[in-house]
């Protein structure tokens, strides 16, 4: 059975740092996109960033440049490092994985999520 399970979360000042981790389970997926969604408070759940099998990485606008994805594919983890914090980055974030290794996305699995509050 998938599993994806967040951590890594919390409260930091405004132009503080965050990394966020995510460990997947249940099957192999090196070969497949893995990437991060966020829903903020009375807003809809939107994309972040995505990393495919080959290290290609795509982001939204609004955090191009200040965050950045990874992975280990071998640990079946993907990792978001969030620099430069704003109180607009404050949202529950949600790794996900698509449903197979021939699309990027949509999301078809992601976990629990984990609380990122910035705020003086």
């Known amino acids: 059975q998938v599993q994806l399970v967040e951590s890594g979360g919390g409260m930091v000042q405004p132009g503080g740092s965050l990394r966020l981790s995510c460990v997947a389970s249940g099957t192999d997926f090196s070969k497949y996109t893995m990437g991060w969604l966020r829903q903020a408070p009375g807003k809809e759940r939107d994309f972040v960033a995505r990393?495919?099998?080959?290290?290609?990485?795509y982001y939204a606008d609004s955090v191009k440049g200040r965050f950045t994805i990874s992975r280990d594919s071998a640990k079946n983890t993907v990792y978001l490092q969030m620099n430069s914090l704003k109180p607009e980055d404050t949202a529950v974030y949600y790794c996900?994985?698509?449903?197979?290794?021939?699309?990027?996305?949509?999301?078809?699995?992601w976990g629990q999520g984990t609380q990122v509050i910035v705020s003086s």
């Open positions: 990393i495919n099998w080959s290290t290609n990485t």
């Open positions: 996900y994985a698509p449903g197979s290794i021939y699309s990027d996305y949509p999301p078809r699995y």
